[in-house]
């Protein structure tokens, strides 16, 4: 399974952005998809994930202004992301659950500062 994300980018803060992230390769049964982030010297975090039947979590930080949304026929997961914060900004990967094995996309950095 490959991941390709695209979207991030610098904006300002109160800001939006919405990232997208298309799989492709061997997909047979997506149980999972979802975004993480890791911001500078800090460890890689949950952002919202959502499951095949369209269960979504999201991490405490983000509840209330980031909606991730999915679309199983063009296997694509989005991420909207409203009323931005500084302390958003890090790099988001994409992430996909098929069966045991997550699959991890190459990332795309958002950027938020005035």
């Known amino acids: 399974v490959q991941l390709q994300a695209s979207g991030g980018g610098l904006v300002q803060p109160g800001g939006t952005l919405r990232l997208s992230c298309l799989a492709s390769?061997?997909?047979?049964?997506?149980?999972?998809m979802g975004w993480y982030r890791q911001a500078p010297g800090k460890q890689r975090e949950l952002v919202a994930t959502?499951?095949?039947?369209?269960?979504?979590n999201y991490g405490d930080s983000v509840k209330g202004r980031f909606t991730i949304s999915r679309d199983m026929a063009k296997k694509m997961v989005y991420l909207q992301m409203n009323s931005l914060k500084p302390d958003d900004t890090a790099v988001y990967y994409c992430?996909?659950?098929?069966?045991?094995?997550?699959?991890w996309g190459q990332g795309t950095l958002v950027t938020v500062s005035s």
């Open positions: 992430n996909v659950l098929q069966g045991s094995a997550r699959y």
């Open positions: 390769g061997t997909i047979f049964s997506i149980a999972e």
């Open positions: 959502i499951s095949s039947g369209g269960w979504t």
